[in-house]
């Protein structure tokens, strides 16, 4: 492709997956490029260590993500920071404030973001005690007391994987009960080092030399006010998909509105894919990594060997 404003692969998003994708994307020889409006890295990139990324004891998420753009870059994928307004499957068009630009094949990768308590001084705490990943942070707390939010399945998860890291997990929940499956709910009622919270929410999280320090729970039955001292607070009351861009372009969705894909990561309009955190599942760098390599292989076979997929079956 010559025109500018025409590529062989375009990718959106620019966290683990879209980059992944757009390495390559590059390495197979296609012209690439990738969207991002608000900041390469995505969730990955916020997070202040990760632990659980293959050839890394450790790495700052901003760091290793950096590293893969880096990767990216050195075979040839063009970056813009700009923010991707429509899709048009049938023409095979995406609409920036620039225009719109052409593509042989696109690739979804707008990953998802966290449902946030809106406490005053959350996001200034966010790596220095709160946290909304548990797997991704918690051995940062070993032996330590923290404490999780929420009451689905995912607030489950989390304070079972943290009974055995911490020394003691605070369960603090709104409602009377988990609203979790009854497996995992007995699970969590079944740990020691756990104390249940119920009908209580958070009022304020405290800080001592600019960390997490205290939580001031308000009992929802009672009213009354009490203090708990913890390390780290982490939030699980849900995550959303940034699939509204998908939705709005006919892209089938699913009940959880994540773009449903097939096992070549293909959506219901052939040539047009999607991977990591937009699909749902398992919501891990490694995961979104592994998305991104299926639907960038799968996009080189329907651009360059006439491997033209049927979409996703009904």
């Known amino acids: 492709m010559s025109n500018k404003n025409e590529y062989d692969l375009v990718i959106i998003g620019g966290g683990p997956a879209g980059l992944t994708a757009a390495i390559y994307g590059g390495r197979m020889g296609l012209k690439t490029a990738l969207y991002e409006c608000k900041g390469f890295g995505g969730l990955a990139g916020t997070a202040p260590k ?35 307004s429509a899709i048009n499957p049938k023409e095979m068009t995406i609409t920036t ?13 707008t990953g998802s973001k966290h449902q946030t308590l809106g406490l005053p001084n959350e996001f200034e705490l966010l790596g220095n005690g709160i946290s909304y990943c548990a797997t991704c942070d918690g051995p940062l707390f070993r032996d330590q007391v923290v404490a999780a939010v929420g009451g689905g399945n995912a607030a489950g998860l989390e304070v079972i994987y943290l009974s055995g890291v911490a020394k003691k997990v605070y369960l603090i929940h709104r409602r009377h009960c988990m609203r979790a499956e009854a ?17 209580s929410t958070i009022e304020e999280a405290i800080t001592k030399d600019n960390k997490l320090g205290e939580l001031k ?33 006919g892209i089938e969705l699913e009940e959880d509105n994540c773009i449903k894909v097939n096992k070549n990561q293909e959506t219901n309009f052939p040539g047009i894919y999607a991977a990591g955190d937009v699909t749902g599942g398992i919501r891990q760098v490694t995961t979104a990594v592994g998305e991104a390599t299926t639907a960038a292989m799968n996009a080189y076979l329907y651009i360059k060997q006439g491997w033209y997929g049927e979409g996703l079956k009904k």
């Open 50 to 84: 990760i632990e659980n990324y293959p050839g890394f004891s450790s790495i700052n998420g901003l760091e290793l993500t950096e590293k893969m753009r880096e990767q990216a870059e050195s075979w040839g994928t063009t970056f813009f920071y700009n923010e991707v």
């Open 183 to 199: 497996c995992i709910a007995d699970e969590v009622d079944s740990l020691n080092n756990v104390e249940p919270m119920y009908n």
């Open 217 to 249: 729970i308000k009992n929802l039955e009672t009213g009354e006010i009490s203090n708990i001292s913890v390390k780290a607070l982490f939030i699980a009351i849900g995550v959303k998909p940034q699939s509204e861009l998908a939705k709005k372009a």
């Open 97 to 109: 404030y620039d225009g719109n630009t052409k593509a042989r094949a696109i690739i979804i990768a």
